[in-house]
């Protein structure tokens, strides 16, 4: 792990983990194991150039190619087809993960207009899906050449195994969540 939140994730989160949760060994220590980026766009189904545009901005954001997702069943009151893209999505792992995240954390959010922190629901499962309503937080994005304001469900999957143990992890990892636990 190169990037400094990987770095950081051994040195300082690991022990911190450790000690606060009692763990016996570090592999008992939840890790973040990957993120998830999803972008859901049903008007793309009458305009094509939406699935083009947000797959180039979910590219651009991640530095990883993302994919389009299609349709898994017809519905003729949406003038759906099966296998139609209707949104896009990225999966990020290790080294891109951890830059993803610090972007994230440390420029994207604090961009967010009236900023207070976000929710700390998780899944129950030591997940975290966080839903961002525009994609132009991202300094990537060149507001200028943005056709229509989308969102994003941005999910952290963690390897805790309960919601007490994500929320730690996350919340070491820099993530503002506002009220504590």
């Known amino acids: 792990m190169s990037t400094t939140l990987g770095n950081d994730y051994k040195e300082r ?14 592999m008992q220590v939840p890790r973040l194991e990957k993120i998830v980026i ?11 150039k939406l699935i083009e545009t947000a797959l180039n901005e979910l590219t651009a954001i991640t530095g990883q190619k ?17 296998k139609m893209p209707i949104g896009a999505m990225v999966t990020l792992r290790k080294d891109k993960m951890y830059e993803f995240l610090e972007r994230l954390v440390k420029v994207a959010l604090p961009r967010i207009r009236d900023f207070k922190g976000i929710n ?13 309503t525009e994609q132009i937080i991202f300094p990537e994005i060149n507001i200028d050449n943005v ?5 994003m469900n941005i999910t952290f999957v963690t390897s805790a195994p309960t919601d007490e143990e994500g ?15």
Not at 168 to 181: R, T
């Open 167 to 181: 929320f730690a992890l996350l919340k070491k990892f820099g993530l503002p969540f506002k009220h504590e636990k």
């Open 147 to 151: 056709p229509k304001l989308q969102g």
């Open 38 to 48: 999803n972008q859901g766009l049903g008007a793309a189904t009458q305009d094509k």
């Open 66 to 82: 993302a994919v389009p997702t299609l349709s898994k069943k017809d519905i003729s009151n949406f003038k759906l087809r099966k």
């Open 120 to 132: 700390s629901k998780l899944d129950g499962r030591g997940n975290y899906t966080l839903g961002i």
């Open 13 to 26: 989160i690991v022990p911190e983990l450790k000690k606060e949760f009692n763990y016996s060994t570090v």
